[in-house]
């Protein structure tokens, strides 16, 4: 009996605090920064960037991810490959904004057509100092 008051002594404090560690995030700007072509890191990189709009909801966050690199062959096979298709549609209906960096696409000797779904505003000149700028612009940097 002793030893069960005194963990529910121990226990009680715990439980009252837990609000504290599960609270609200505030508003957050994000750049991932993916240039790697395993797809299977590709995809957990995805299912990181899912998690993370679902902790924050869509409407507090502004999320967007560099592509350049081995990873634009991800976009390339995704012309023709409905999972890939479909992995991107889901991420951009959360209202992330896949950049595309030009120098990727000039050394592949492709252009924005031949990738799934990329308009002209998704297009950076250049991967890395793109990414600086998002971050002197606020953006917090994340390679999964």
């Not at 121990?10 to 797809?39: F, M, R, T």
């Not at 299912?47 to 560099?66: D, F, P, Q, R, S």
């Not at 779904?117 to 793109?130: I, R, S, Y």
Request: glycine content about 4%; some cysteine.
């Amino acid at each position: 009996m002793f030893s069960r008051q005194i963990l529910l002594w121990l226990v009680i404090p715990c439980l009252a605090s837990l609000p504290s560690w599960a609270q609200d995030y505030e508003p957050q700007k994000v750049i991932y920064h993916v240039n790697y072509g395993e797809i299977s890191r590709i995809n957990a990189t995805f299912n990181n960037i899912t998690n993370h709009i679902e902790a924050l909801g869509e409407e507090a966050i502004n999320l967007k991810v560099m592509i350049h690199g081995p990873a634009l062959e991800y976009f390339i096979a995704a012309s023709n490959d409905q999972d890939k298709q479909m992995a991107l549609d889901s991420l951009r209906f959360q209202n992330v904004q896949f950049l595309i960096c030009k120098n990727t696409l000039l050394s592949y000797q492709l252009t924005r057509e031949d990738l799934y779904e990329v308009e002209k505003e998704d297009l950076v000149q250049a991967g890395l100092p793109a990414i600086v700028a998002l971050q002197q612009a606020g953006y917090i940097y994340l390679r999964p």
